[in-house]
């Protein structure tokens, strides 16, 4: 079931800035959905427009198959959101703003409820703390005990662990696969790419405005990145200046490179090793390096 | 309807007015007290009667309406400004919550803080002034009716400003000298004739003039011109903040 469904959509502003430029994107229902981006990017943009807080220039956005515009109570009432900024009533106590925010979605009040929200974030000692005397890391806690105080279908996470301790962004990964195991579509923002490679089923990439790739994790790590294998070899023989022509090896003093794109080339390793074996080349080490999102996002971003 | 989302607003709103008792209530009563000491009992006992009503007594509708017009304005124009400024507005635009039920969350409240306070002050000042209410029904209704729409207008402008000193901007140069100039501390019919034309532009004189009405019989101009002037304002605002909401103006990017 498709939870977030966009079609062409565009976002253009007063002084002509293009934020989006005709966005199709579709998210499955349960999926942990990661948009990957440089500042400015058009990330936040785009979850503004979904969750009703900027307009839309023109397309269509739809939640479980309901326009966001015309039938803005039912779709807003699945979507929790944090935003990027911590924003918070700082006079309110935690457990009160929880409760405005559970009232705000026309919730019938559970204190039950929210006392588990506390709990899972590891807030249920500061529940009667007026909200400015919190640290930030707390803070943002809250904000997202608030989006998840109406039992959302769909959470978003606007930068979610921006300026977070690595203990905290850890707990908050956990959380938010706990979350998915409870049929929560999760989609996040992030400028970590090591979150979106550690919690993503699916990653999209944008910049200035357009998608230029959304995919499937693995399958983008394999789709777009480099498999690079480092032999390191013993002794030399004189069929080797043979082998390095034929594979287009790099070599590094007793080092072997090979590199395998499956955008450009058919993988060679097997028949490389065989290669090497036949010749009686002597082989201490065999590594093998997969590029990782970081360089596939960086090569895309900086085209 | 989204009953419990208007609810959380005005609850909110409310425990904030409570939890700030002593800028909500204890400063426009005491603002208010000091209107009657010095205007009622230092000068006032030097003036006579006004209409056959004690001056003091005279002052009391006149200084409640100028309390409920200032309260009103204030209290909803800081109640939508604030998230607009803390940036808390989010969660509002992005929760199932329609625009007019936004605005009866935010408005409602402003009224019911400046309900709270007009009745205080009358209450208070009861204690120490002779004060006749010869139509409370009407008294009453008056008290709500001024609420609801300057707290409209007060949210129009919270609305519109994107700095606190606008916030200030209309109560301070236009609804302040608008009050004082409209009967609040005498009678239209004591001024030379010139100004007394010259005030039946001002809105608020019709406002105070049937509000004392309500109290002691006696009105500047006819009450049901007076009951249709309000009226006219409040349309006047639910029109124009339907259209905020309508177009996201201020609001949305």
């Known amino acids: 079931m498709i939870a977030i469904d966009i079609k062409n959509l565009n976002k253009s502003y007063e002084n002509g800035l293009k934020a989006l430029k005709n966005i199709n994107l579709s998210v499955r229902s349960g999926e942990i959905f990661a948009l990957l981006g440089p500042n400015g990017a058009g990330k936040s943009t785009l979850i503004n427009i979904i969750c009703g807080i900027s307009k839309k220039t023109s397309g269509k956005v739809t939640i479980f198959g309901k326009d966001n515009i015309l039938d803005y109570k039912f779709t807003r009432s699945k979507i929790g959101l944090v935003p990027q900024e911590i924003a918070t009533d700082s006079f309110e106590k935690v457990i009160n703003t929880l409760k405005f925010s559970r009232g705000l979605f026309n919730k019938v009040p559970s204190y039950e409820y929210l006392s588990f929200i506390l709990k899972s974030l590891n807030l249920v000692t500061k529940k009667n703390n007026q909200i400015r005397t919190l640290s930030g890391g707390m803070k943002r806690r809250v904000m997202i005990a608030k989006a998840l105080s109406h039992e959302p279908k769909i959470l978003f996470l606007d930068e979610p662990t921006a300026g977070v301790d690595v203990n905290l962004r850890k707990t908050l990964w956990n959380f938010l696969n706990k979350l998915k195991k409870n049929g929560v579509t999760i989609f996040l923002t992030t400028h970590y790419i090591e979150e979106a490679e550690n919690i993503a089923d699916r990653i999209g990439i944008i910049n200035n405005g357009e998608i230029l790739i959304t995919e499937n994790k693995k399958k983008l790590i394999e789709k777009l990145g480099e498999k690079k294998i480092i032999i390191t070899i013993n002794s030399s023989h004189n069929k080797l200046s043979y082998i390095t022509k034929k594979y287009q090896l790099k070599k590094n003093k007793n080092k072997l490179s090979y590199i395998y794109n499956s955008k450009k080339n058919i993988d060679l390793s097997a028949s490389l090793l065989s290669d090497l074996v036949k010749s009686s080349v002597k082989i201490d080490d065999i590594e093998i390096e997969k590029s990782n999102l970081e360089e596939i996002f960086l090569n895309m971003v900086e085209k | ?253």
Not at chain 2, 33 to 60: E, P
Not at chain 2, 89 to 117: D, F, M, N, R
Not at chain 2, 144 to 157: A, V
């Open chain 2, 1 to 253: 309807m989204n009953l419990r989302g208007i609810f959380a607003i005005y609850h909110f709103e409310m425990s904030r007015m409570f939890r700030t008792v002593s800028q909500s209530i204890a400063s426009p009563v005491l603002s208010t007290a000091l209107y009657f000491i010095v205007f009622g009992s230092a000068i006032g006992s030097k003036i006579g009667n006004i209409d056959g009503v004690n001056y003091t007594s005279f002052l009391v509708p006149g200084l409640i309406m100028l309390t409920i017009l200032n309260q009103s304005v204030s209290n909803a124009s800081f109640g939508i400004y604030f998230p607009k400024f803390s940036g808390t507005i989010y969660e509002i635009l992005s929760a199932p919550i329609s625009p007019i039920e936004i605005t009866c969350g935010y408005v409602l409240a402003a009224a019911s803080k400046s309900v709270l306070v007009g009745l205080i002050i009358l209450i208070t000042s009861a204690f120490f002034i002779e004060i006749t209410i010869l139509h409370p029904f009407w008294m009453l209704l008056f008290l709500i009716l001024m609420s609801i729409t300057f707290s409209l207008f007060g949210f129009i402008i919270g609305i519109w400003a994107n700095d606190f000193q606008k916030i200030q901007l209309i109560p301070s140069f236009i609804l302040t000298p608008l009050t004082f100039l409209g009967g609040s501390f005498y009678s239209i019919s004591m001024l030379p004739d010139f100004w007394q034309k010259l005030s039946y532009v001002n809105p608020i004189v019709y406002l105070i003039s049937s509000f004392r009405w309500s109290f002691y019989g006696n009105s500047d101009v006819n009450v049901v011109v007076s009951i249709s002037a309000t009226f006219f304002f409040l349309v006047l605002c639910m029109v124009f903040v339907s259209w905020i909401f309508k177009t996201g103006y201020k609001i949305k990017t």
